[in-house]
């Protein structure tokens, strides 16, 4: 072992991690001992915590925008939010909210992008993965028309 960081108390189930080279710190989205999803951002250059935010309705496996500027946070299968959260990775606010299906699980923004969203909704939305665009606050659906935020 090189080191031991000691990050938040009363972490109860980590969903997610995600880290930006370009500056420095990773977010890591859990569910505290009390059942609230939860995001937090260390500084990987001095292991301190810049910020822990309770995020509503929940959280699950978040993903970051290559110049480590906005979070896209889902809501966690396990909830009815039609929507996921985009934060601002340097503070936590919550920026916009992308409205699609319900149950929203992983996002996944590969280095090539785009953003993909998956849902595990049973009402047949979670027949698609979804393709967000990230410099709009609109998932695109095959098949069908954008919805708004």
């Not at 072992?1 to 995600?18: E, F």
């Not at 939305?125 to 098949?143: C, F, K, Q, R, W």
Request: hydrophobic share 40%.
């Amino acid at each position: 072992m090189i080191k031991t960081i000691h990050t938040v108390a009363g972490v109860g189930d980590v969903r997610g991690v995600a880290a930006s080279a370009v500056t420095g710190r990773l977010y890591v989205a859990y569910i505290d001992a009390f059942g609230t999803g939860m995001v937090y951002c260390l500084n990987i250059y001095d292991a301190t915590i810049l910020w822990n935010r309770s995020i509503s309705p929940g959280v699950d496996r978040l993903a970051i925008k290559l110049n480590g500027q906005l979070l896209y946070v889902p809501t966690w299968e396990g909830g009815s939010a039609d929507y996921i959260n985009v934060l601002d990775a340097n503070s936590g606010e919550i920026v916009r909210k992308v409205h699609f299906s319900n149950r929203s699980h992983d996002t996944l923004y590969p280095l090539s992008g785009p953003i993909f969203q998956e849902t595990k909704a049973n009402d047949g939305s979670s027949n698609y993965l979804y393709l967000i665009d990230p410099t709009e606050a609109y998932p695109v659906v095959p098949g069908s028309s954008t919805f708004s935020v």
